[in-house]
C-alpha cells in the first residue's frame, strides 16, 4: 500500500511538471485525494520556491566566457600537437580552400560573406577569412586585416544581440580577442624572422646590427599606421556596441557589457603592446 | 531543436557550440542544486563553475550508454558537493548567510518576498534526512526525473520515490506547524 502511494504520488507529481493542475491530478486518484492533496499543494510551494532561485546573469557570462576560453586553448594545443611545420599547414590550407573553391563555386563564397555565426554557410565565411590571412603578402596587411575582421565579428555581434542569442555574443567576443592577439605576435615574429635572416648573411656581426635611419622610420611609421587603425576600430566597434547595448533587451545586457569590457581591454592591450614594441 | 542525443556527441567529438548548449540547459538546475545543499552563493557559484569545468574537461570521455547525460553532469555535481562537505569538514548543516543574495532586484519588494520564501525552504529542507535532502534537490531544483536522480545517486528508482514521498509529508508538517 505505501509503495503504491509513493508510485500515485510520483506520478501526479510528474503531471504537474508538466502544467496540469492540483485539481486535474487529484481527479484521476479520487481514493487517495485526500491524501495527496495536501502533500501535491506543498510539493507545488516547494517547486516555486526553488525555481525562484537562480544564478546572477553576470555570473553565468563569466562561466560561459572561462569555458569558451578552454576551449580556444584546448584547439591551439591540438593544432600545435599535430607538429606541421607551420608554412606547411599555411599551404595546405590554402591549397584545400582553392580546392574548395572549385568544388562549391565562388556563388557559395559570396553568399557566405554575409552570413551571421548562426547560419550554415558561417564556417565557409570563416575559412574565406582564414585564406585571406594566408595568401596575405606582408604581416602589415596581415594585421590590417585582422583589424578588419575583428570589426566583422563586432557588427555580428551587433546582429546577435538584436536576435538576442547570447552564447553567439561569447563565441564573438573570443573571436575578436583572437585576432587582436595575432597582431603584436606577428610583429614579433616578423623582427624574429629579420634577425635570422641577418645572422645568416656572411658579413653580419654576432649581434643583429642596429636598424638603419630608414628601416627605423619605416617600422616607424607602419606602427603608427596599425595603431591608429586600432584606435579607429576599437572607437567604431564600442560605438555599434555600445548602441547595442542600449537597446538591448535586460537578459542579454549582462553578457554584452561583459564582451564591450573585455573587447575594450583587448583593444587597449594590443595598442599597449605595439606603442612598447616600436620603442624598443 | 534540441536533440540532446546529437548535441551530446558533437560535444564529445570537442563541438564547443554543442557544449555552449549543454551549458545553457543544465546550468540553472546545477546551480540551483548545489545552493540548496551548500546555502551559500559564492561558494555554490565556485562549485557550479567548477563542475562545467570538470564536464569540459572530462566530456571526450562519457559513454553515453552508461548513463545518461543528465545523470553524468549531476553525478558530478554531487560528487562536488560530497567532496566540499568532506575536506571543509563540517555536517551539511551551516547557518544561513545574511546577506544572500539569491534573486533578481529589479523588483527589490518581490524580490524580499522571495529571498524569504527560499529562506524558509532551504530551513525546512534542511531539517530532511541526508538521503531525503538529495532527492528533493534533484527533483525539485535540479528538476530531475525519478529516473535520473536514481542514477545519480547509484539507487534504485523505488528508494528515491520513497525517499521523495517521505520527503514531502515531512514539508508538508513543517508548512503547516509554520501557520
Not at chain 1, 505505501?2 to 487529484?26: A, H, Q, Y
Not at chain 1, 484521476?28 to 506543498?42: I, M, N, R, T
Not at chain 2, 521523495?164 to 501557520?179: E, F, P, S, T
Amino acid at each position: 500500500m505505501t509503495r503504491k502511494i509513493e508510485d500515485i504520488f510520483n506520478n501526479c507529481l510528474e503531471r504537474m511538471f508538466k502544467g496540469e493542475s492540483v485539481e486535474d491530478c487529484l481527479g484521476a486518484y479520487p481514493e487517495q485525494s485526500p491524501e495527496l492533496e495536501s502533500l501535491l499543494q506543498a510539493s507545488c510551494a516547494l517547486a516555486k520556491r526553488a525555481s525562484a532561485i537562480e544564478p546572477g546573469p553576470e555570473f553565468k557570462a563569466q562561466v560561459h566566457q572561462r569555458l569558451q576560453a578552454m576551449l580556444y586553448a584546448e584547439q591551439k594545443k591540438l593544432a600545435e600537437r599535430a607538429g606541421i611545420p607551420v608554412w606547411c599547414r599555411r599551404w595546405a590550407l590554402a591549397t584545400t580552400a582553392v580546392l574548395g573553391f572549385l568544388l562549391i563555386g565562388i556563388g557559395t563564397v559570396g553568399a557566405a560573406a554575409s552570413t551571421l555565426p548562426d547560419e550554415t554557410l558561417y564556417p565557409v565565411k570563416l575559412a574565406t577569412e582564414q585564406v585571406t590571412l594566408t595568401l596575405a603578402f606582408s604581416d602589415m596587411d596581415k594585421a590590417k586585416i585582422h583589424i578588419q575582421y575583428a570589426e566583422r565579428r563586432a557588427d555580428e555581434m551587433v546582429q546577435m544581440a538584436r536576435q538576442g542569442k547570447s552564447d553567439k555574443i561569447t563565441m564573438l567576443t573570443g573571436q575578436i580577442t583572437s585576432h587582436l592577439d595575432r597582431i603584436p605576435v606577428m610583429e614579433e615574429e616578423q623582427e624574429a624572422s629579420e634577425g635570422r635572416v641577418k645572422a645568416k648573411a656572411p658579413h653580419a656581426a654576432t649581434a643583429p646590427a642596429p636598424p638603419s635611419e630608414a628601416e627605423a622610420y619605416s617600422k616607424g611609421t607602419e606602427v603608427d599606421e596599425l595603431k591608429v587603425a586600432l584606435i579607429q576600430s576599437r572607437a567604431e566597434n564600442l560605438n555599434a556596441l555600445r548602441n547595442a547595448l542600449d537597446k538591448a533587451p535586460e537578459k542579454l545586457k549582462p553578457v554584452l557589457q561583459q564582451a564591450i569590457e573585455n573587447m575594450e581591454e583587448d583593444y587597449n592591450n594590443t595598442i599597449i603592446i605595439i606603442e612598447s614594441g616600436s620603442n624598443k | 531543436m534540441f536533440i540532446e542525443k546529437d548535441v551530446v556527441s558533437r560535444a564529445i567529438k570537442g563541438d564547443g557550440e554543442a557544449f555552449a548548449q549543454l551549458y545553457e540547459r543544465y546550468f540553472d538546475g546545477i546551480y540551483r542544486y548545489i545552493y540548496i545543499r551548500l546555502r551559500n552563493q559564492s561558494e555554490a557559484e565556485d562549485l557550479t563553475q567548477e563542475v562545467f569545468v570538470k564536464a569540459l574537461e572530462a566530456i571526450g570521455c562519457y559513454k553515453e550508454r552508461n548513463l545518461p547525460f543528465a545523470a553524468w553532469l549531476f553525478r558530478i555535481a554531487h560528487n562536488l558537493v560530497i567532496d566540499y562537505f568532506r575536506k571543509q569538514g563540517k555536517v551539511e548543516k551551516v547557518p544561513l548567510e545574511d546577506d544572500m543574495i539569491l534573486v533578481s532586484k529589479s523588483n527589490p519588494a518581490l524580490a524580499a518576498e522571495r529571498e524569504l520564501e527560499i529562506e524558509e525552504l532551504i530551513n525546512h529542507v534542511e531539517k530532511l534526512s541526508p538521503a531525503q535532502r538529495e532527492v528533493i534537490s534533484l527533483r525539485f531544483g535540479a528538476e530531475l526525473s525519478v529516473a535520473e536522480a536514481a542514477k545519480v545517486l547509484g539507487k534504485n528508482e523505488g528508494t528515491v520515490k520513497a525517499l521523495q514521498y517521505n520527503g514531502i509529508v515531512a514539508l508538508r508538517k513543517m508548512l503547516v506547524a509554520d501557520k
